[in-house]
Nanobody, 123 residues
Framework: QVQLVESGGGLVQAGGSLRLSCAASGGTFTNYPMGWFRQAPGKEREFVASISRGGGTTRYADSVKGRFTISRDNAKNTVFLEMNSLKPEDTAVYFC????????????????WGQGTQVTVSS
């Protein structure tokens, strides 16, 4: 059973930055591709970014490309989301997710999820 705990959310002004962290436990972190998703009020959850097991491959939603960076520290069982040039439309609950199959992340499908952390960007 994989447990994921996000942290680092908060309130920031437009143009600012935040760094989200997701600590994993209960599994073999180095086997799992990881992802970040977000859900804004009244909207469906959407893909933000993903990263391969070794960190060599990253993917991003077009809406965050060039502003957000996903990374991971396998020694610390942690995945990060560095968010720069934040916009009010980035306001959402951000979730990290693990793909324990190792392959379904290619289709943006993940099977373990954290509880989420709120990010609010004021204009």
């Amino acid at each position: 059973q994989v447990q994921l705990v996000e942290s680092g959310g908060g309130l920031v002004q437009a143009g600012g930055s935040l760094r989200l962290s997701c600590a994993a436990s209960g599994g073999t972190f180095t086997n799992y591709p990881m992802g970040w998703f977000r859900q804004a009020p009244g909207k469906e959850r959407e893909f933000v970014a993903s990263i391969s097991r070794g960190g060599g491959t990253t993917r991003y939603a077009d809406s965050v490309k060039g502003r957000f960076t996903i990374s991971r520290d396998n020694a610390k069982n942690t995945v990060f989301l560095e968010m720069n040039s934040l916009k009010p439309e980035d306001t959402a609950v951000y979730f990290c997710a693990a793909d324990t199959t190792g392959t379904r992340w290619n289709f943006r499908q993940f099977d373990y999820w954290g509880q989420g952390t709120q990010v609010t960007v004021s204009s």
